[in-house]
Structures are given as C-alpha cells and as structure tokens.
C-alpha cells in the first residue's frame, strides 16, 4: 500500500507530510516489538490507520475519488475522507493508549481511565492541528491541500469533534474484544 500510494501521487510534498505518521508508527512499532508487544487487535488496527493515511497522501484528503462520488451522490459540500480519517485518528490511539495504560496500570478506576484515554486522544488531535497549521504557515502552496479545510471554517473544530467521536466508539464497541486479547497477550 506504501508503494502503491507514492507511485504518482497528487502532491509529493503532500504525499510525504500524510504518509509520515505511518512511517514513524511502523519504526516505533518495529523497535518495541520484543520488549512491548501490542496484542494482535491493535496491529490490525494501526494497519488500517497506516491505510487510510496512504490513500490520502496519494490522492490528497479533499480528493479521494469514492469520497467525491459520495459527495455527488448525497449532495455533500465538500469530499469528506479527512473526516475518516480523524475519527481514526481518535479510535486507534484511544485503544493504543488504553493498552498501555492497562499493562502499564497508570490510572486506576475505570473512569478516571477512561476519562484519561478520552482527553490523550483530544490532546492528540489538537496537536496534530496545529502541525498542519504550522506547516501550512511554513509551506504556503502546499498549504489547503494539507489542510483540507475546502472553504469550511470549523474544520479545525470538525477534525477534533470526529477525533472525540473515534476515541470513545473505540472505548464502547472494543473494550470487551480489546479486554480478551489482553487476556491472551498475558498468557502467553
């Protein structure tokens, strides 16, 4: 998918700012292997993540082709991938931060936990919000097509919201699923 998503992307430049955070996840993922194995569920999900991060550096967040379609065919203002991709930018990091919290036994009591999971993936979403105004600041051209905004003044807040969003659906539908996987992590 890395080799397919450089092969003639939209904007190099682009290309690289979007597909930087799976490169550096893939290093931290490849030097913690033996000394902090992530449980199976979480490497599919960082995987899928990886993916949906290459698909917008190829084609630019604003210009996916089946997210253009969906916007002709619903009579959407604007190509919504970016908003995927923030909701996933909230659900993997909520279940990487819940796994480390859990193994690690950092925050004790479920809400207090969850409380501190939730507010790391917000933290998280408002710091990569202001990476891409930095570079936008630096950059100049490149700058919309990193955005993504395409005209609409919430983004920002829209990105974080779907980010909030993406943290506590993970922490609903796989707490249980993530809690067995934990489970046999143990056991083995």
Request: proline fraction near 3%; charge should be positive.
């Amino acid at each position: 998918m890395l080799i397919w998503s450089g092969i003639h992307p939209k904007d190099q430049f682009i290309w690289f700012l979007e597909v930087l955070p799976a490169l550096l996840g893939a290093l931290v993922l490849a030097f913690t292997y033996r000394s902090f194995r992530l449980t199976p569920l979480l490497y599919v999900l960082i995987l899928i993540h990886s993916v949906i991060l290459m698909i917008g550096g190829h084609y630019t967040y604003s210009e996916v082709p089946l997210f253009d379609t969906l916007r002709e065919l619903f009579g959407f203002t604007r190509n919504n991938y970016d908003k995927v991709g923030h909701f996933a930018q909230g659900f993997v990091p909520a279940l990487i931060a819940r796994e480390v919290v859990l193994r690690k036994n950092i925050v004790q009591g479920g809400r207090w936990r969850t409380l501190f999971i939730v507010s790391f993936c917000l933290a998280l979403s408002a710091f990569y919000e202001l990476i891409e105004w930095w570079v936008a600041l630096i950059s100049g051209t490149s700058a919309e097509a990193f955005l993504g905004t395409q005209g609409y003044v919430w983004d920002t807040q829209s990105d974080m919201g779907f980010a909030l969003l993406g943290a506590v659906t993970a922490l609903v539908t796989l707490s249980r699923l993530h809690d067995c996987h934990l489970k046999r992590l143990r056991q083995v």
